[in-house]
């Protein structure tokens, strides 16, 4: 039985991420994990007229080391599984307008990366496609336009703001043999505690984190400690404390195992407010830094939990509160089988 | 002395813009529209102008002397053309102002490249 528990996977099949690919801008590049992303660039606007050219041109160069890493073109790919920030999600629709990979647009705000992972992952265990790519992108211009001010109006960001990742990241999945097994998934549902304020995502998202870690341990049994790493997508400096406090409550104690992409990603000398986030954010860190360290073996297992502001700009208009929501991938090192 | 008391003056307007920003939790489009309201509320009853015989371009350069100068262009055509007059004489002094914002605005856009 793949669904375990109340909305948990855990896939029936090996599934491996055979290759990963990231590229980011500059900020990122010069944050603590430059070295492990493939292709940086120095100018926000990666050579492009414009933002929303600059985003896609991320997303394709990602995907593209990404295939090119294992000597594939895009006809070796089954289905091209991506969404973004912006309305309509247009840098995955373009992107896959581009390549003719068969395409699943999803929109999961920030948690899209281990949205799209989680989905293509059973999409290969049910057998339903050999390979998938899952691809996500967000770009700081374009998001910070998309969901707060334009960056050119000047609007003061308080404490709580965080910083959207400029960047796209993007997996390879198939039964074929890799370094590093996707073992199961955990859906989230939607959480809302009244938060209304797009500059405090990080308290807004806590909670829907917290609710699909519980759950996940609940749904295989699971403790903290059998996890080397649990990490949040974009909780950032505000929202990190709230889903530790949050767990202890329910009797996890994830203090010495938690950490977040957001506060991963930048040198808190970058003003970066309390942290990074985007859809890239968790993307980056995962495909770059985190594929790297359980390829080698350095982690063991790591519970990725991406989180989602699923707001939009009309809707905080109307004053409505933000809904969260939350999904989480367990990628393990093939090293420790047996 | 002048320049001290218009230093202050208009440090003190931004300052409450500021704390509005800080911990009313409101938006920096709400601050501006707030304060030229203000300014032609307080025009209204006659006090903004001493607020300038007082203050010079601490009252003139905050956003607060805009409302001022639209209820001044909008009263004095009311006087010359009646009712229509409001909506002539509104924008009368503070045109140049609003064309000037436009003009470059539009120049620095053809120069310079947004950075992000």
């Known amino acids: ?338 | 002395m002048e320049y001290l008391i218009a230093f202050v003056c208009g440090g003190l307007i931004c300052v409450v813009g500021q704390l509005l920003l800080d911990f009313i939790k409101i938006t920096p489009a709400h601050v501006m529209t707030l304060f030229v309201v203000t300014g032609a509320v307080l025009d209204g009853f006659g006090l903004y102008d001493k607020f300038i015989e007082f203050a010079g371009a601490g009252a003139t350069i905050p956003i607060t002397s805009f409302g001022h100068s639209l209820l001044h262009g909008a009263m004095k055509g009311a006087e010359e053309h009646g009712l229509i007059g409001i909506g002539m004489g509104m924008f009368e002094l503070t045109s140049s102002g609003i064309s000037a914002a436009i003009l470059f605005s539009f120049l620095a856009a053809l120069i310079f490249k947004p950075k992000g």
């Not at chain 1, 009244?194 to 403790?223: C, N, V, W, Y």
């Not at chain 1, 985190?290 to 063991?300: D, F, M, P, R, W």
């Open chain 1, 1 to 338: 039985m793949i669904l375990t528990g109340k909305q948990s996977w855990v896939f029936q099949n090996d599934l491996y991420i055979n290759a990963t690919g990231t590229a980011v801008g500059p900020k990122e590049k010069d944050g603590p994990l430059k070295e492990t992303f493939d292709v940086t660039f120095d100018d926000l606007h990666c050579g492009e007229k414009n933002w929303e050219l600059a985003e896609r041109k991320l997303m394709n160069t990602a995907i593209e080391t990404c295939i090119q890493k294992l000597n594939y073109t895009y006809d070796d790919v089954d289905f091209f599984l991506a969404g973004d920030l912006l309305n309509q999600n247009v840098t995955a629709n373009f992107v896959a307008r581009q390549n003719q990979i068969p395409f699943l647009c999803m929109f999961g705000a920030c948690s899209t990366s281990m949205e799209t992972l989680a989905l293509g992952s059973a999409l290969v265990d049910g057998g339903f496609a050999n390979r998938i790519i899952a691809a996500t992108s967000s770009h700081n211009a374009t998001a910070e336009r998309q969901f707060r001010y334009p960056t050119e109006y000047g609007g003061q960001k308080p404490d709580t703001a965080t910083a959207t990742v400029t960047g796209s990241g993007a997996a390879l999945v198939s039964k074929e043999k890799g370094k590093v097994k996707i073992t199961s998934a955990t859906i989230g549902r939607v959480a809302d505690y009244g938060i209304k304020d797009p500059f405090d995502m990080g308290s807004a998202m806590a909670p829907a984190a917290a609710q699909t870690i519980s759950q996940h341990f609940k749904d295989l049994g699971r403790e903290p400690s059998d996890y080397d790493l649990i990490v949040t997508g974009d909780l950032s400096g505000v929202g990190s404390p709230i889903v530790k406090d949050l767990l202890k409550e329910e009797g996890y104690n994830v203090f010495s195992t938690h950490n977040d992409c957001g506060l991963m990603i930048y040198r808190p000398d970058q003003n970066v407010f309390a942290g990074g986030s985007g859809c890239a954010c968790s993307a980056v860190v995962t495909y770059g830094h985190l594929v790297e360290q359980i390829a080698k073996g350095e982690l063991k297992r790591v519970f990725v939990v991406a989180t989602g502001a699923l707001l939009s700009p009309t809707m905080t208009q109307q004053k409505e509160t933000i809904p969260t929501i939350a999904h989480g991938v367990v990628l393990e090192s093939v090293e420790v089988e047996g």
